[in-house]
């Protein structure tokens, strides 16, 4: 049983907004530990790395990727820093365009799962789906559209429609879906997702 227990100081709640991983991440880590001497995980579009950091904590391969080559170079400082947390041989590092037009970023790319958080780019879905091994794990959180009355983003382009997560994968076994509005993880603040755990079919 995985327990995270987490202090908010309201003064720097941003500071530790940018740190905390997901709360999905606690619930369906058994789940993504099943693949420890297998292929890794796609932290896609990872930005801080939050999320895969958790993943490398608890000693799983990650591979993370993002367009940002700062931010890539900023994940690898903290994993170098705490050596004694994290296994750096179980990091990979991709720097890569996700959005360039008429680009296939993941073919030819195998991955146990994929998570993505806060981020959506419709082209990639296809890819993603084709780029997880059978029965592995697709974890997707993002917006819907109902987040544009909340807050930011606010453009339809990066948010989901309703009901649009589950039909993605509608053909794979659902774990978990979620869709409607919830706090956030640090609890200062309400925001309007849809979140699935779903597993590929064999």
């Not at 409607?180 to 849809?194: C, E, V």
Request: with cysteine; proline share 4%; aromatic share 10%.
């Amino acid at each position: 049983m995985i327990a995270a227990f987490f202090i908010i100081d309201r003064k720097n709640k941003n500071k530790k907004d940018k740190a905390m991983h997901s709360s999905l991440l606690n619930k369906y880590l058994p789940e993504l530990s099943r693949y420890k001497v297998s292929l890794p995980i796609l932290d896609l579009a990872c930005g801080n790395g939050r999320n895969g950091l958790f993943c490398l904590q608890n000693k799983l391969a990650v591979n993370f990727a993002d367009s940002n080559a700062q931010s890539l170079a900023n994940v690898k400082q903290t994993i170098n820093n705490a050596a004694d947390k994290y296994q750096a041989t179980l990091a990979t590092f991709w720097h890569v365009d996700f959005e360039q037009g008429g680009s296939q970023p993941l073919a030819e790319h195998s991955y146990s799962a994929v998570m993505v958080f806060r981020y959506l780019h419709r082209p990639l879905i296809e890819q993603i789906k084709a780029a997880i091994v059978p029965n592995g794990l697709v974890i997707y959180e993002t917006f819907t559209l109902s987040q544009a009355e909340l807050g930011r983003p606010k453009k339809p382009d990066f948010l989901l429609q309703i009901g649009e997560l589950a039909e993605h994968f509608i053909d794979w076994q659902i774990i978990h879906y979620f869709e409607g509005t919830t706090l956030s993880d640090t609890g200062d603040r309400s925001q309007a997702i849809a979140q699935i755990v779903a597993r590929k079919p064999l």
